[in-house]
């Protein structure tokens, strides 16, 4: 991705914030912002990039948004329709390319998206899209929907917006604990794309990682007594800790055990450990805290084979008690295989072959084949990393399970072969 991109991903929910502050009309401020973007993209790499990025892209943005809402206005030719819907310039609100407030924008835009108007999937959905700049085929797959149903959903949730008349504010502390959950599941979800793209030809993408710890961060700050924010926040600081150790020179992916630990984050780790250490201490854990102190537990460990997989069987076990996640399911199979024995593992594994949910995931047959090779059998190990790879939509991905399937042939000698390691 160029820098022109990078930036652009950056500023494009900075800049919707801005312009819905100034200028409510979320359904079209999204529309006139996309558009913004697009112009950027097209003349920065001719021109150059102006010297205030985020200004020149809320004023391309304020003025399509007049564009646009001078034809509905047109359009619709009603007096009371045109007194609801005043055109820009008879705001009272600050100019929205002036020095941002000391509440970020995109603070805002978040717990707007994640309004009670809307179903909890359709919050996540929305922010996602507004906030995470996700496309709507990467929030399909997080849902594990299809991509026509998700562009439906979004197209619902954002008329609902529009329709609620929300002002563009933080809530108020009774308002937002009514957000809390689906603001928490976004940022998670878009921390996660982030980490381990679900497409394309990187292994991660550090922006939207970045913003998400960046507006943890500020949720934190916001909510300190709220004990499942301040474990999302650890969870993220120690599972992007291993992010420069994953992949080497040349983009592929480096499993955890096989992984350079001297690379890892310092400062993030002793961050998030001080942090889940403090939450765990708050009454009973929720499912952010168990994860952070899943991912302490791997990033305290001096090796790999000082792991403790036992404890770490153990809080996927307490996860499960409260989630029908398929993907805690399969990360707890990894788990069992690792502190007893890949029999034990394959047997779980059988058990969520039939979910419908994972039956087209590639990690389900990656686990399968990673479990498989350290039982013996590289025959099936071999044609499940095969199958792992078909379903990989991530390139990194794909080339590391076409590796190892690739090291299982037979006239591969013993000594080329890695021995299995779990997926990072």
């Not at 790499?45 to 003025?63: E, K, M, N, Q």
């Not at 991660?204 to 970045?210: F, G, I, S, T, V």
Request: glycine share 6%.
């Amino acid at each position: 991705m160029s820098g022109s991109e990078d930036l652009l991903r950056e500023l494009a929910p900075q800049v919707l914030g801005a312009v819905v502050r100034r200028y409510g009309h979320f359904d079209l401020a999204e529309d006139a912002v996309q558009e913004a973007l697009l112009a950027a993209a097209t003349q920065w790499p001719r021109d150059g990039a102006p010297d205030d990025p985020r200004a020149w892209l809320v004023t391309v943005a304020a003025r399509r948004l007049t564009d646009l809402l001078r034809a509905e206005q047109s359009r619709r030719r009603r007096e009371d329709t045109v007194a609801a819907r005043a055109l820009p310039d008879d705001w009272l609100s600050p100019p929205a390319d002036r020095p941002r407030p000391a509440s970020d924008d995109t603070l805002v835009l978040l717990f707007m998206c994640c309004h009670p108007s809307l179903s909890p999937p359709s919050q996540i959905a929305l922010t996602l899209r507004a906030v995470g700049g996700l496309t709507t085929a990467e929030i399909a797959r997080a849902f594990m929907v299809s991509e026509a149903t998700m562009t439906r959903r979004i197209t619902r949730a954002k008329q609902r917006v529009k329709d609620s008349g929300v002002p563009f504010r933080l809530p108020k502390a009774a308002e937002r604990a009514e957000r809390t959950g689906a603001v928490l599941h976004v940022l998670y979800l878009i921390f996660n794309e982030g980490y381990a793209s679900t497409s394309g030809p990187d292994l991660h993408r550090p922006e939207p990682a970045a913003e998400a710890i960046r507006l943890a961060r500020m949720v934190h700050r916001l909510m300190p007594e709220d004990a499942e924010a301040a474990g999302l926040l650890a969870l993220m600081l120690l599972t992007d800790a291993r992010r420069p150790a994953r992949t080497g020179r040349d983009g592929a992916l480096i499993p955890m055990a096989e992984q350079d630990r001297t690379l890892w984050n310092a400062a993030f780790i002793a961050e998030g450990v001080e942090l889940v250490t403090n939450a765990l201490s708050q009454g009973a854990p929720g499912p952010y805290r168990l994860q952070a102190a899943i991912a302490a537990l791997h990033d305290e460990a001096p090796t790999a084979e000082e792991t403790d997989w036992p404890q770490i069987t153990a809080l996927y076990g307490l996860l499960m008690r409260g989630s029908d996640n398929p993907m805690i399911a399969l990360n707890h199979a990894v788990a069992v295989a690792m502190s007893r024995g890949p029999e034990a593992g394959l047997g779980l594994l059988e058990g969520l072959a039939g979910d419908d949910r994972l039956s087209g995931d590639h990690r389900l047959h990656a686990v399968r084949a990673h479990l498989l090779e350290m039982s013996g059998d590289e025959e099936g190990a071999r044609a499940a990393y095969q199958e792992a790879a078909e379903r990989a939509m991530s390139l990194p991905q794909q080339r590391y399970l076409r590796v190892r399937a690739a090291r299982l042939e037979p006239d591969v000698p013993d000594r080329d072969r890695d021995p299995p390691q779990p997926v990072a």
